[in-house]
Nanobody, 124 residues
Framework: QVQLVESGGGSVQAGGSLTLICTAS????????LAWFRQAPGKEREGVAA???????IYADSVQGRFTISQDNGKNTLSLQIHSLKPEDTAMYYC??????????????????WGQGTQVTVSS
């Protein structure tokens, strides 16, 4: 079983950048399908980026070109680089791990393990 802990959130002005980190323990990231989700107050949790085997990635339309998901197998970390932040990016961000997948999985039900979340707040 894998445990996930996110870090790197914060308060930034629009146009700024952040890098979120998700550190895994209990298992290697190599064995899991990985993703970042976010949930804003009063809204449903949405997938923003996901990674499958061989490094295949997918992104939500709203973040395409601004967010980059990456994995560091040596450190067993999953990162989400966020650029050109917008106020609508304000949310709690969660990393997730699920069964191995070739095609990145976008739905939350496909993931078994979740971190506690890290808050991102963007001011205009």
């Amino acid at each position: 079983q894998v445990q996930l802990v996110e870090s790197g959130g914060g308060s930034v002005q629009a146009g700024g950048s952040l890098t979120l980190i998700c550190t895994a323990s209990g298992a290697s990231y190599n064995n899991y399908c990985l993703a970042w989700f976010r949930q804003a107050p009063g809204k449903e949790r949405e997938g923003v980026a996901a990674m499958g085997r061989m490094g295949r990635t997918i992104y939500a339309d709203s973040v395409q070109g601004r967010f980059t998901i990456s994995q560091d197998n040596g450190k067993n970390t999953l990162s989400l680089q966020i650029h050109s932040l917008k106020p609508e990016d304000t949310a709690m961000y969660y990393c997730a791990a699920g069964s191995p997948c070739w095609t990145p999985a976008a739905a939350s039900w496909q993931y078994d393990y979740w971190g506690q979340g890290t808050q991102v707040t963007v001011s205009s």
